[in-house]
């Protein structure tokens, strides 16, 4: 066959590849997905938003805006027994955080599954126990060593994503674990906590891999544990290694 036409051939099935990684990520069904138990099944859309009241958002941005970085402690002391939006219906257990409140690393998920919600622990599920493993075979570093909290502190109903008024109720507590534990980088795992943390939709196939900032911390975009588990191929788990490899080197960087 002509070099040219296999050139043309291999550029368009590493593209059509990129798409449809893409699709899936953003929950559309293509033929990958076929006889595959999705690890965090995609439900209805979450309802239309409703705007968070001035003096919710307004008590948490306070201790903030004193320019004094906060406990994790008091940042939880804050949200006590939280019913800022209505995820706090049918949660079972508030999933604040887990990990070394000094973390040089801090990672970012969606929100809880069933078994955070059981547990009040972040990702201990399947897609957890994958990102144990990311971090502790992949980095080399325990787990213990991290920081890992989510967008929301409360499971979704069927895990949809967050909707915009219960990301804008718990945001603030979000900033402001990431105020006191005070990383070097953050990981966004997933579409989700890495479009409200760059403040717009994103691709996540066209922004992982590449440095972010937030607020003055480098961010880098990977893909959620959940989707690699979907898509358990070579070249996703390369693409995650390299993610994580940067975000590890750039922690690690001589100030
Ligand atoms: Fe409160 Fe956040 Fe839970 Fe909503 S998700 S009830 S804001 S802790």
Redo the contacts with the bound molecule.
Sequence with gaps: MDRALIEELRAALGASRAWLAEWIEEGVEGPATLGAAPARAKAAAPPAARPVSAQ?QGDLLAPARSGQRPTLEEVRAR?GD???????AG?NT?V?GDGNPDADILFVGE?PGAEEDKRGLPFVGRAGELLTRMIERGMGIPRSQVYICNI???R?PQNRE?APN?IA??RP?LDEQIDAVAPKVIVTLGRPATGVLLGRDVSITRVRGVWHDYRGTPLMPTFHPAFILRQYTEENRRLVWQDLKAALERAQAPA
């Design positions: 919710a949200l939280c019913t800022r939006c209505p995820l706090s949660r508030i604040f929100g929301v502190k409360c979704p967050p219960e109720a718990c507590f």
